[in-house]
C-alpha cells in the first residue's frame, strides 16, 4: 500500500495544502489501489475529456 502518486511520485506527506489533498484521487486498478496528486489528476482528467493531440497543448 503506497500514498504516492502513481505519475509523479508525489507523497502524500509532502503535500500541506489541505485543499491539494482533497483533490487527490484514488484508483484501483486491478484490485490495486493507486493515488493521483492534485496536479496529475487534473492532468488525468485532461486525458479523458480531451483526447486531443499533445501539440493542442504547447505554446
Ligand atoms: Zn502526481
Redesign the pocket.
Known amino acids: 500500500m503506497t500514498d504516492a502518486?502513481a505519475?509523479?511520485?508525489?507523497t502524500r506527506a509532502s503535500v500541506t495544502d489541505p485543499a491539494e489533498l482533497l483533490a487527490w484521487v484514488r484508483e484501483r486498478e486491478r484490485g490495486i489501489d493507486q493515488w493521483?496528486?492534485h496536479?496529475?489528476a487534473r492532468a488525468h482528467v485532461r486525458d479523458i475529456e480531451g483526447k486531443l493531440p499533445a501539440d493542442y497543448w504547447a505554446p
Open positions: 502518486c505519475r509523479c511520485g508525489r493521483l496528486c496536479v496529475c
